[in-house]
């Protein structure tokens, strides 16, 4: 609901807010020129001032000191009134007054689109869209990143997703700013909260006497320093009952001309106060630099509109149409879907429909549409994303505090099934919560907590395999994940691996397949998709449905997809691969990995990995140009069986690519595991991580869990874990 109304108001709103924070933007760069311009008059009083410019310019009628601190004075030249900027130091009239036309026709353009009322209303409008969409995008924030206290953590997500939030997070305590000030000044303007100053005006004041002071010599007026002035008013020497007004940054009077007292003095109200500093953050003017913050702030709008509305168009176009979805009060199978990027539907979609064809009533829908179940429901479904720390994804967030209210169930069986990541410290952890919750209920659990890693389709379908033995229906699960376009790869080199031909591991290089002729290979195309070494490629096999990933150990700057594959047995897309010759070509895409890069800067990388998980290791070390600190330590059966890239690494060595070299054999005389030889570098590794490294993990499961847990050890007693890495981005694993 919250991303919906989210989303909506963007929508409709960008364009309005685009052009008012544009020109926000641009606005704020004046009060900071206007102050590197003005003449400062630091520690002036108002009565040297006057004195100085009366006895320079005898026909002034009024000062008025600009935010920026600027002092113009008003003045008659014969007939004619001039306006000049005044040197505070001399009281001479430096130049001639003229603010600027574009500046005025800006402030025109945002505050009333260059119209009047109705542009007003339209900015006030904006404004409050504004501080809406600000604030609700800081709550969803915030829960997407597991709680308040994590607002500065690593923002994760696809491209987009970090793009928009990155972008977001410095900008919005300004944007906040910005827009709750707007709206002050809009409710103003249209009398909504009070201007201030209701005290009735000062009338029918006289001077006490006929002979003037000097002005230097007024005792007000030497209280108030320049730096105070709003505007000073001084009597016409023409008109004897003539007084002098003041406006302070503090209040406003008359004074005595003759005596230079105060004659009346009302200090500026509450509301007035407010306005006042309403307006300096708002606009900057007399806080030049916040002017410039928030300007910056405002930067951040086209791009958040933007990226934003792509992402809203995203989620409605991955939204599912589920076919013969059983109306709720027939159903008697509940499969309620907890998603937050649309994901796990497709998965539901496909569950959904095998059920039905089972010959189940099926009613699906989001886990916030919980309700107690009617008296024909017998089994409750739950398929659930987890996000933040192990928290409800958006279409859940209601689940548990309804659940919490409802009656509690009998005769209703209920499985859970978790989707993840398992480099999250709490993988599928809301998953868990919504079982034990459900159990907690008093509902029958048909077997414990499902996960599913990184929306892994095998994994996918072995729970399904379980639940249709559970439920006693055979399910025919036809799960089609939608594919991205394919490009064809030819594969261009291939070295292999290994004592036995069935479980060989081959390097092979693809380069772009060149179509035979055509204006393309003319323009030097067909080009090889975009990719960064540690990206995923995504293989079918022919004749395959769904695809297999390989981790890229080149990136697209190469000029090859490099993968290492290790033949399964029984495997059909690694047998495909390993199978092919120089010249064959293949279908594949590309899934970025975003989370499997290695952190900007120069701390040290620890590489860890075992088999085919070297690939994506040695292309960062490949591409370590400067020379960072890079230590690998990598596992195989033994030196002369699937030692992978063995003699590039002793020359990436010597190239001080790589610092040092660890390796594990299994099968010689000297076993060991990678974790072995971590534990027996403890110490060097412990103080490689206080100096602030990074550990990166590739292989399979199982030696990823070993080297887990070896590193838990190693950090022991150094108040890190290797949890806490994970929250901070600096452990990361690529597991299969
Ligand atoms: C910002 C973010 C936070 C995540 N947090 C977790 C987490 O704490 N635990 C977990 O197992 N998976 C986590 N994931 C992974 C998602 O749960 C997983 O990708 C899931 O398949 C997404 O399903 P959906 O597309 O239906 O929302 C997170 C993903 C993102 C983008």
Redesign the pocket.
């Known amino acids: 609901m919250l991303r919906t109304l989210h989303s909506i108001p963007a929508l409709i709103a960008s364009l309005l807010l685009v052009l008012v924070a544009l020109t926000g933007s641009v606005l704020s760069v004046f009060p900071a020129f206007e102050r590197a311009g003005a003449t400062g008059a630091s520690g002036v009083d108002v009565a040297t001032l006057a004195g100085r410019v009366s006895a320079r310019l005898p026909g002034v009628e009024t000062l008025v000191r600009q935010p920026s601190g600027t002092i113009v004075a008003y003045h008659m030249v014969g007939s004619e009134q001039r306006a000049s900027v005044i040197d505070p130091a001399s009281g001479e009239a430096v130049a001639a007054y003229r603010p600027s036309a574009t500046q005025r026709w800006l402030k025109n353009l945002h505050r009333k689109l260059l119209l009047d009322d109705p542009g007003r209303v339209a900015t006030g409008v904006a404004a409050a869209f504004m501080l809406f969409i600000v604030l609700s995008g800081l709550m969803l924030f915030a829960r ?3 709680g308040w206290k994590l607002l500065l953590g690593r ?4 491209t987009l ?1 970090r793009l928009h939030n990155e972008s977001a997070r410095p900008a919005l305590a300004g944007l906040v700013l910005s827009a709750a000030t707007g709206l002050v000044m809009s409710l103003a303007t249209f009398g909504l909260i009070p201007e201030g100053g209701d005290a009735d005006p000062f009338l029918d004041l006289r001077p006490s006497g006929a002979a003037r002071m000097a002005l230097a010599q007024m005792a007000v007026l030497q209280s108030v320093d320049v730096s105070r002035l709003a505007q000073l008013k001084l009597a016409s020497p023409d008109d004897p009952s003539d007084v002098i007004e003041l406006e302070t940054a503090d209040g406003a009077g008359v004074v005595d001309p003759a005596t230079g007292t105060w004659l009346a003095y009302r200090a500026l109200d509450g509301w007035q106060r407010l306005h006042a500093t309403v307006r300096m953050l708002h606009t900057g003017e007399g806080l030049w630099w916040l002017g410039l913050v928030l300007g910056a702030s405002s930067l951040a709008v086209p791009l958040l509109a933007a990226t934003g509305f792509l992402l809203w168009l995203r989620r409605r176009q991955s939204l599912p149409r589920l076919a013969n979805n059983a109306p709720r009060r027939d159903a008697d199978t509940l499969l309620l879907i ?8 497709g998965f539901a979609t496909a569950l959904h429909a095998a059920l039905t064809r089972a010959g189940l009533r099926v009613h699906a829908a989001p886990m916030n549409d919980i309700e107690t179940p009617h008296d024909g429901v017998r089994r409750l479904l739950v398929l659930t ?7 409800a ?1 958006e279409s859940a967030r209601q689940f548990l505090p309804r659940l919490a209210r409802l009656a509690a169930g009998t005769g209703v069986a209920f499985a859970v099934l ?5 480099q ?7 998953a868990h919560q919504v079982h034990d919750a459900l159990a907690a209920t008093g509902l029958e659990a048909l077997g414990e907590t499902g996960t ?1 890693d ?2 892994s389709e095998p994994e996918f379908r072995q729970w399904c395999k379980w639940l249709g033995e559970t439920l006693g229906v055979a399910l025919d699960i036809r799960y089609q994940p939608l594919l991205p376009r394919t490009t064809a790869l030819e594969l261009v080199s291939r070295i292999d691996y290994g004592a036995d031909p069935q479980t060989l591991t081959a390097v092979l290089r693809f380069a772009p397949r060149a179509p035979a002729r055509g204006w393309r290979t003319w323009l030097g195309l067909p080009r090889l998709p975009k990719f960064e070494t540690g990206d995923l490629l995504g293989v079918v096999p022919p004749g395959g449905a769904s695809p297999r990933y390989y981790s890229l150990v080149s990136a697209a700057s190469d000029g090859v997809a490099e993968i290492c594959v290790r033949r399964q047995p029984g495997g059909i897309c690694s047998g495909y691969l390993t199978g092919l010759s120089p010249g064959a070509a293949i279908q594949a895409f590309v899934r970025p990995h975003e989370s499997f890069r290695p952190a900007a800067g120069a701390a040290p990388l620890i590489l860890i990995g075992a088999g085919t998980g070297i690939g994506p290791l040695i292309g960062f070390i490949r591409h370590n140009s400067a020379r960072r600190p890079m230590h690998l330590y990598f596992g195989a059966r033994s030196a002369e069986d699937g030692f992978l890239y063995r003699d590039e690494l002793d020359g990436l060595v010597d190239d001080c690519r790589l610092r040092t070299l660890t390796t594990a054999f299994s099968r010689s005389a000297d076993r060991a595991y990678v974790q072995d030889r971590l534990l027996a570098d403890a110490g060097r590794l412990r103080a490689s991580i206080v100096q602030g490294a990074q550990v990166m993990v590739c292989g399979g499961r199982q030696m990823a869990e070993g080297v887990a847990h070896a590193w838990d050890r190693i950090l022991e007693g150094s108040g890190l874990s290797v949890a806490q890495l994970r929250t901070q981005g600096r452990y990361v694993e690529d597991v299969y």
């Open positions: 997407r990143m597991g923002v994760r997500g696809n997703q907890g998603s937050e990027t649309h994901t796990t539907w994303a987890t996000y933040g720390d192990g928290e994804p978790g989707f993840g990541d398992r999250f410290p709490h993988f599928c952890g809301y599913v990184r929306q």
